[in-house]
């Protein structure tokens, strides 16, 4: 079974300061797509960034970014002059099974606040 | 585009009773998924509907069912309601495939739950 491991439950950042959110994960799929969500207090789930296994380069998405070390299993996500607004939780996910199946498995998540 | 939408938003059920949730996908998307969250398991995948056909399935009771409709509309239902059950019940659409566009999937504001 794949698994995603989000080792950090809380982190707490300046406003403006560089923050890296860790995520690593398990699986034995060559193929694979690995993604990152933003979920505020509201509750919605923020689509931020996405990787596939097979993506040559690490993708990024304006201030979002994602360090993709496959040899390592990790896909940190990397968040550049970090605003009040990024306050929330992050969840690291990954596509499970057959490309095109729709199931992600999630890590626990990670509380970001920044501080001002 | 209007984004993913969940009706009720919230709602209070008593032990034993069920309760229907709807969810309407962003328009050309055909896959929806629906996911439980609670403070201790987290973000739980229920199961899946591609063309109104169940593809995916999670670890659940037979409790909990779904279907799908022609409009790719999707409905969860839970039926004897526990008191575990309370939970913010997410639904998220797709527009099924591989890569960025087919396999990301962009979640409703959420349905919370409280069974008492």
């Given at each position: 079974?794949?698994?995603?491991?989000?080792?950090?439950?809380?982190?707490?950042?300046?406003?403006?300061?560089?923050?890296?959110?860790?995520?690593?994960?398990?699986?034995?799929?060559?193929?694979?797509?690995?993604?990152?969500?933003?979920?505020?207090?509201?509750?919605?789930?923020?689509?931020?960034?996405?990787?596939?296994?097979?993506?040559?380069?690490?993708?990024?998405?304006?201030?979002?970014?994602?360090?993709?070390?496959?040899?390592?299993?990790?896909?940190?996500?990397?968040?550049?002059?970090?605003?009040?607004?990024?306050?929330?939780?992050?969840?690291?996910?990954?596509?499970e099974?057959?490309?095109?199946?729709?199931?992600?498995?999630?890590?626990?998540?990670?509380?970001?606040?920044?501080?001002? | 585009?209007?984004?993913?939408?969940?009706?009720?938003?919230?709602?209070?059920?008593?032990?034993?009773?069920?309760?229907?949730?709807?969810?309407?996908?962003?328009?050309?998307?055909?896959?929806?998924?629906w996911?439980?969250?609670?403070?201790g398991?987290?973000?739980?995948?229920?199961?899946?509907?591609?063309?109104?056909?169940q593809?995916?399935?999670?670890?659940?009771?037979?409790?909990?069912?779904?279907?799908?409709?022609s409009?790719?509309?999707?409905?969860?239902?839970?039926?004897?309601?526990?008191?575990?059950?309370?939970?913010?019940?997410?639904?998220?659409s797709?527009?099924?495939?591989?890569?960025?566009?087919?396999?990301?999937?962009?979640?409703?504001?959420?349905?919370?739950?409280?069974?008492?």
């Amino acid at each position: 079974a794949q698994k995603i491991t989000q080792t950090q439950p809380g982190m707490f950042v300046q406003e403006k300061e560089a923050v890296t959110l860790d995520c690593t994960y398990d699986t034995s799929d060559p193929s694979y797509g690995l993604f990152w969500y933003k979920q505020p207090s509201s509750g919605e789930m923020i689509f931020l960034i996405y990787q596939g296994s097979y993506d040559q380069q690490n993708a990024t998405e304006g201030r979002y970014s994602l360090n993709f070390q496959k040899a390592r299993k990790s896909a940190n996500l990397v968040i550049s002059a970090s605003q009040l607004g990024d306050s929330a939780m992050y969840f690291c996910a990954m596509r499970e099974g057959s490309q095109g199946a729709q199931k992600l498995v999630f890590g626990q998540g990670t509380r970001l606040t920044i501080n001002p | 585009k209007a984004g993913v939408t969940q009706t009720p938003r919230y709602l209070i059920k008593t032990r034993g009773q069920q309760v229907t949730l709807s969810c309407s996908p962003i328009s050309g998307h055909r896959s929806v998924s629906w996911y439980q969250q609670t403070p201790g398991q987290g973000l739980q995948f229920l199961f899946e509907y591609f063309s109104e056909t169940q593809r995916n399935k999670g670890n659940f009771p037979g409790r909990f069912s779904g279907r799908q409709f022609s409009n790719s509309r999707s409905e969860m239902n839970v039926s004897t309601l526990e008191l575990g059950d309370s939970a913010l019940y997410l639904c998220a659409s797709s527009y099924f495939g591989t890569g960025l566009m087919g396999e990301t999937q962009y979640f409703g504001p959420g349905t919370r739950l409280l069974v008492l």
